[in-house]
């Protein structure tokens, strides 16, 4: 079986409703997924026991929870950005998303996340928000990025390129990330109706 690893904007948020909204509104035979940047997966886990899964989750979260007290007194895992309009995928599920920002962050917990589950994915990580699901056509995916484009802010403003003033003159979608969840997501099933929320463990 297949699980995978997710950061949810938390349902307050103001861009979980929407992106949520535009998935069920654009979903192609009613596939619809909760809104997500996954960590890692699919993680391949042959018993129906998850307890396995769920105590090296545990233990995953506890060890990004210290490395990064370590280096923000804040404690805080941080945001998740969005610096650029909506992306036009290649596959069923990187239809069209919302690409987000690589932070060292990002990249040092799904180096845990790689360690813990002991999986090796060849593939570059792309950390995206999905925003559909499905086998459109070309031109069917470029409607929905103008659409989704109508939607969601592009992040970055294009004038100004002082990084000193990044963080102020972020414009665009993002959302903080307080949580990693445990889900169960069987890649053969495209319809999404049998992936379940397992567990959530706050950052």
Same mark, same amino acid.
């Given at each position: 079986?297949?699980?995978?690893?997710?950061?949810?904007?938390?349902?307050?948020?103001?861009?979980?409703?929407?992106?949520?909204?535009?998935?069920?509104?654009n979903?192609?035979?009613? +596939?619809?997924? &909760?809104?997500h !940047? $996954?960590?890692?997966?699919?993680?391949?886990?042959?018993? %129906?026991? *998850?307890?396995e899964? #769920?105590?090296?989750?545990?233990?995953?979260?506890r060890?990004?929870?210290?490395?990064?007290?370590?280096?923000?007194?804040?404690?805080?895992?941080?945001?998740?950005?969005?610096?650029?309009?909506?992306?036009?995928?290649?596959?069923y599920?990187?239809? +069209?998303?919302? &690409?987000?920002? !690589? $932070?060292?962050?990002?990249?040092?917990?799904?180096?845990? %996340?790689? *360690?813990?589950?002991? #999986?090796?994915d060849?593939?570059?990580?792309?950390?995206?928000?999905?925003?559909?699901?499905?086998?459109?056509?070309?031109?069917?995916?470029?409607?929905?990025?103008t659409?989704?484009?109508e939607?969601f802010?592009?992040?970055?403003?294009?004038?100004?390129?002082?990084? &000193?003033?990044?963080?102020?003159?972020?414009?665009?979608?993002?959302?903080?990330?307080?949580?990693?969840?445990?889900?169960?997501?069987d890649?053969?099933?495209?319809?999404?109706?049998?992936?379940?929320?397992?567990?959530?463990?706050?950052?």
């Amino acid at each position: 079986m297949a699980y995978s690893l997710w950061l949810e904007p938390p349902t307050t948020d103001d861009l979980s409703s929407r992106v949520e909204n535009f998935i069920v509104e654009n979903a192609k035979n009613d +596939v619809a997924f &909760e809104p997500h !940047v $996954t960590l890692l997966g699919p993680i391949y886990h042959d018993s %129906a026991d *998850e307890s396995e899964l #769920v105590a090296k989750t545990a233990r995953m979260v506890r060890e990004i929870q210290r490395e990064e007290g370590h280096k923000n007194k804040r404690r805080r895992f941080g945001e998740i950005r969005f610096p650029k309009g909506a992306q036009i995928g290649t596959t069923y599920f990187q239809c +069209v998303y919302l &690409e987000a920002e !690589v $932070t060292m962050n990002l990249i040092r917990a799904r180096e845990k %996340a790689i *360690e813990t589950f002991d #999986v090796r994915d060849a593939r570059r990580y792309v950390p995206h928000m999905s925003l559909v699901y499905g086998d459109y056509s070309r031109s069917e995916r470029v409607r929905l990025t103008t659409k989704a484009d109508e939607v969601f802010r592009k992040a970055f403003s294009l004038f100004n390129t002082d990084e &000193e003033n990044e963080d102020e003159n972020f414009t665009g979608e993002a959302f903080e990330a307080t949580s990693v969840s445990l889900w169960k997501t069987d890649v053969e099933d495209k319809s999404c109706k049998s992936w379940r929320k397992i567990k959530e463990f706050p950052l």
